[in-house]
């Protein structure tokens, strides 16, 4: 069951939950004007925290908002210790809104950012063993899905469309060819290559995505960044997720497409869920203390 944090970190204060409110003049709330990350921290330290911040950073440049990320890491800690996670693995999710000024569409001069967090209890498994469904949905978005901003109601609307259908997941066809997903990003096998589309506007160029990218090179295997064509989909060997939280999941079916008869995981995606396994039992520098 979902549940709610304990303390959320609003502006300069640290507040119960229940406590924690917003002017209805927040450029956030009117226009979903603001950006957010999610990481991870394991064992006491951060999974590629240094990744996610350099992301938000980046995201907040696109959007030209102003906002200082190296007080963040230090709001954090206070925020785990608040909440009584510190010693605990835990979801963080930060976002940052333009802030609050009367309703307008253009920018504003002279806004104050607001600046909000809340972290929560997590247990990652150290290989992700769910064996998801996926649906295909149209890519009605906008075109600049590079930015991880908080007006996600495409996303939304997708994965609803999925979850009505009992699937895991939507993946997005922008004139045919398969993009992303709703909250991951998608892989595909066929002949031993491993297939995933190229960074463009019209993906969100994810950590683990990276990772994995950068783990195929290790292993050896053939990759190729280019976008799969919807109508392909019935050829292909192995497909499979990844995200912060979804680490790397196998999929088994795409639509009515059935990529697995029975419970078993492609070769391909196994090696890449055990390399991206191993990869997190290392040191510094995949975890930091930001």
């Given at each position: 069951?979902?549940?709610y944090p304990k303390k959320v970190y609003l502006g300069d204060e640290i507040l119960d939950q229940e406590d924690a409110r917003i002017s209805v003049f927040d450029r956030g709330f009117l226009?979903?004007?603001?950006?957010?990350?999610?990481?991870?921290?394991?064992?006491?330290?951060?999974?590629?925290?240094?990744?996610?911040?350099?992301?938000?950073?980046?995201?907040?440049?696109?959007?030209?908002?102003?906002?200082?990320i190296s007080s963040i890491p230090d709001r954090i800690l206070k925020l785990l210790e608040a909440s009584d996670l510190l010693e605990e693995d835990c979801l963080i999710y930060i976002q940052?809104?333009?802030?609050?000024?009367?309703?307008?569409?253009?920018?504003?001069?002279?806004?104050?950012?607001?600046?909000?967090?809340?972290?929560?209890?997590?247990?990652?498994?150290?290989?992700?063993?769910?064996?998801?469904?996926?649906?295909?949905?149209?890519?009605?978005?906008?075109?600049?899905?590079?930015?991880?901003?908080?007006?996600?109601?495409?996303?939304?609307?997708?994965?609803?469309?999925?979850?009505?259908?009992?699937?895991?997941?939507?993946?997005?066809?922008?004139?045919?060819?398969?993009?992303?997903?709703?909250?991951?990003?998608?892989?595909?096998?066929?002949?031993?290559?491993?297939?995933?589309?190229?960074?463009?506007?019209?993906?969100?160029?994810?950590?683990?995505?990276?990772?994995?990218?950068?783990?195929?090179?290790?292993?050896?295997?053939?990759?190729?960044?280019e976008a799969i064509d919807e109508k392909d989909i019935i050829y292909l060997d192995e497909a499979f997720l990844t995200g912060t939280t979804t680490q790397v999941a196998s999929i088994r079916?795409?639509?009515?497409?059935?990529?697995?008869?029975?419970?078993?995981?492609?070769?391909?995606?196994?090696?890449?869920?055990?390399?991206?396994?191993?990869?997190?039992?290392?040191?510094?520098?995949?975890?930091?203390?930001?």
């Open positions: 069951m979902l549940e226009f979903g004007d603001g950006v957010y990350e999610v990481l991870v921290r394991i064992d006491g330290k951060f999974l590629l925290g240094e990744e996610h911040l350099n992301r938000l950073e980046d995201c907040l440049r696109k959007v030209d908002i102003s906002f200082d940052i809104t333009r802030g609050i000024a009367p309703r307008k569409h253009a920018f504003p001069e002279n806004t104050e950012p607001s600046f909000m967090m809340y972290v929560l209890p997590i247990t990652l498994p150290d290989i992700n063993n769910h064996h998801v469904s996926v649906v295909t949905v149209p890519d009605f978005r906008w075109s600049r899905c590079d930015i991880k901003m908080t007006s996600l109601l495409g996303n939304v609307m997708a994965n609803t469309e999925a979850a009505k259908q009992g699937a895991y997941e939507a993946i997005f066809v922008r004139d045919g060819k398969i993009t992303e997903a709703s909250h991951c990003n998608v892989f595909f096998v066929k002949d031993n290559i491993v297939y995933t589309h190229p960074v463009s506007e019209y993906i969100l160029d994810g950590v683990t995505r990276k990772v994995v990218l950068s783990l195929c090179q290790d292993l050896g295997l053939q990759l190729c960044e079916q795409i639509n009515q497409h059935m990529l697995y008869e029975n419970d078993d995981i492609g070769p391909i995606t196994q090696k890449i869920q055990t390399a991206f396994f191993q990869y997190r039992k290392q040191p510094e520098p995949v975890y930091n203390n930001l």
